[in-house]
């Protein structure tokens, strides 16, 4: 018998060494350069998907949509601040720095959740005068880099965020590139024009819970203990990390889990360091409940929240409110398929677009180019922004609905199972169909 003559199918690739690798091994030849990009993890992970909401039956009983009420409002800040935060939705728009974004953007970003009843967050690069101007509740980053820092900022504020980390890149620094340094990036973050910047990974005031502490009362006394003081962390440790912002005296703890977004870093820290949001929040919550300030300090969780089902399983684990980031871009027309023919001309096409760090971006959001920032209209994004979130809002009431619930807090993690093990050992919820949840209670 001719063996030879058998047909065969051989595998044409290696599991291991597929095309994306064998062509990432050869780019890092050519160059001797990392990869730096924009938005978060690309590679499927444990996510909101594979979680599922048990609607109400015979043993518990739905809510009528058009006649029952579904709040969804939220207070933010309630431990110390004398002007907690009180928004109508429990959706607001994570910190995202002029700089990787144009005014333009930042301002569209107020507008659209102010119409929403939100807030919104500056970033690594200080606070604009269209983005106060257009944000009837804005909190303002305090960062490592201390990049736009103003004490007069801080008082404009509704609230003030201490950035710790992000889920993208937990450890690390922010990065622009000079491309993106103009003139007014670099007036307000006191650089020089069109060098590649890199922020520090750790604030120079403090090394651990103590100082934090520290500084977290130096802001109070700046601001009258007025305002909410978060404090926002990338997701890696949960457990430990929240309750040491609590010691630190957090009003509010900010989540981000490692499928968050970012404007630019290394890709290897995107899609290698950090703890998927999901696997995140209910060590979260188990520290703020053993502290016995779980709703007394609130929790906002983010990293790939994109439609109200994850909004209602956030808030089902425990979170008070989530924060968005790259779907409120893509809302706003990031990656929109009317510029492809110009995506593809920067090696690109729409909806993979992710060299935010480059500033070529042709819907003009991730951009400090004049002419391409010039052509999103901040009042229509704006618009389009408060749409979706409306949308998100009415889908995670849709869903509480159907689980009897007349506030979107009053979800629970009860209401929830999970399609594969690795979601219910993360989630903490049975297993769909089962009573089982894999893990040991140990975080
Ligand atoms: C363009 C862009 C710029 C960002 N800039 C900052 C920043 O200046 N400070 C910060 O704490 N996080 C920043 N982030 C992270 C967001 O605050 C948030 O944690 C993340 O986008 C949430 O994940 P999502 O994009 O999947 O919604 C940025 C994210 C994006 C997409």
Redo the contacts with the bound molecule.
């Keep these: 018998m001719d063996i030879d003559a058998i047909p065969r199918t051989l595998p044409r690739f290696s599991a291991t060494f597929d095309p994306h690798t064998l062509a990432e091994i050869r780019r890092a030849a050519a160059t001797g350069i990392y990869d730096i990009r924009?938005?978060?993890t690309k590679r499927a992970l444990p996510h909101f998907d594979d979680l599922l909401f048990l609607g109400a039956s015979v043993s518990r009983y739905p809510l009528e949509g058009y006649r029952e009420k579904c709040a969804t409002d939220v207070w933010l800040g309630t431990r110390f601040a004398s002007k907690p935060i009180h928004l109508k939705i429990p959706i607001t728009i994570?910190?995202?720095?002029f700089g990787?974004?144009s005014g333009q953007a930042k301002e569209a970003l107020g507008r659209g959740a102010t119409i929403a009843g939100t807030s919104t967050?500056?970033?690594?690069?200080g606070m604009t005068p269209e983005e106060r101007g257009q944000s009837e509740t804005l909190v303002y980053?305090y960062?490592p880099s201390r990049y736009g820092m103003n004490p007069d900022d801080l008082r404009k504020a509704d609230a003030i965020?201490v950035?710790i980390g992000?889920?993208?890149k937990p450890g690390g620094g922010?990065m622009l590139l000079g491309q993106k340094i103009s003139d007014r990036v670099a007036a307000m973050r006191d650089l020089p024009k069109g060098i590649d910047q890199r922020s520090a990974c750790r604030h120079p005031d403090w090394t651990g819970p103590d100082d934090l502490e520290i500084k977290i009362g130096e802001l109070r006394e700046i601001t009258d203990w007025e305002k909410p003081i978060y404090v926002?962390i990338g997701a890696t440790r949960p457990y430990y990390d929240v309750a040491l912002a609590v010691k630190s005296g957090a009003d509010v703890v900010?989540l981000?889990?490692m499928?968050?977004?970012?404007?630019a870093t290394q890709d290897v820290f995107i899609e290698h360091v950090g703890i998927p949001i999901l696997a995140a929040i209910r060590p979260a919550v188990q520290a703020l409940q053993d502290l016995g300030m779980h709703r007394k300090v609130q929790l906002i969780v983010?990293?790939?929240?994109r439609n109200g089902a994850d909004v209602a399983k956030a808030l089902a684990l425990g979170a008070d409110a989530v924060?968005?980031?790259?779907?409120?871009?893509v809302a706003l027309g990031d990656n929109d398929p009317r510029y492809e023919a110009e995506y593809q001309a920067i090696g690109s096409t729409a909806g993979a677009y992710d060299d935010?760090q480059d500033g070529r971006d042709p819907a003009g959001i991730?951009t400090q180019d004049p002419d391409l920032a010039a052509r999103l209209d901040p009042v229509a994004a704006g618009r389009r922004l408060a749409n979706y979130l409306s949308v998100m809002t009415l889908e995670a009431q849709t869903i509480a609905r159907a689980c009897g619930k007349s506030h979107l807090h009053n979800l629970e993690p009860e209401d929830l199972v999970a399609l594969t093990i690795e979601a219910a050992a993360m989630a903490r919820v049975p297993l769909a169909g089962t009573d089982w949840i894999p893990g040991t209670g140990r975080f």
């Excluded at 994570?94 to 720095?97: I, N, V, W």
């Excluded at 967050?121 to 690069?125: A, P, Q, S, V």
């Design positions: 924009g938005g978060g994570a910190g995202m720095s990787a974004l967050t500056t970033g690594d690069g980053q960062l965020e950035v992000q889920g993208a922010g926002k900010v981000d889990g499928q968050g977004g970012t404007a983010s990293g790939g929240i924060a968005i980031g790259t779907a409120a871009l935010w991730t």
